[in-house]
């Protein structure tokens, strides 16, 4: 089960889709501001600035590449293959399943 509170734990610290909504109402149609709705609505000023500039629902945006120990050492290896097997018959080319 700690999966399970895990999950419960992030959910209680994600900003909702009607949250934002509720943000951007109160600042755009009844005139609240930023420092306002931080304290009225729990939330970082920060966090009021980025609902009220994206209109949409936020996306995970990665800061920077993941690691990948094990495929970087060959990974310029197998993309000689890729770039080879553009010129061989189709039957002779590398498969995922030989790649890895």
Not at 28 to 40: D, V
Request: hydrophobic share 40%; glycine share 4%; aromatic share 4%.
């Amino acid at each position: 089960m700690p999966v399970l509170n895990a999950a419960a734990g992030l959910e209680e610290k994600l900003i909702k889709v009607v949250e934002i909504e509720r943000i951007r109402y109160a600042h755009f149609r009844e005139g609240s501001s930023i420092r306002e709705l931080a304290r009225t609505l729990h939330h970082s000023r920060t966090t009021i600035r980025r609902a009220l500039e994206d209109s949409g629902p936020w996306t995970y945006r990665r800061t920077r590449r993941r690691p990948a120990p094990v495929v970087d050492a060959v990974a310029p290896l197998i993309e000689g293959w890729l770039e080879a097997d553009e010129a061989v018959h189709r039957k002779q080319r590398h498969t995922a399943r030989r790649i890895c």
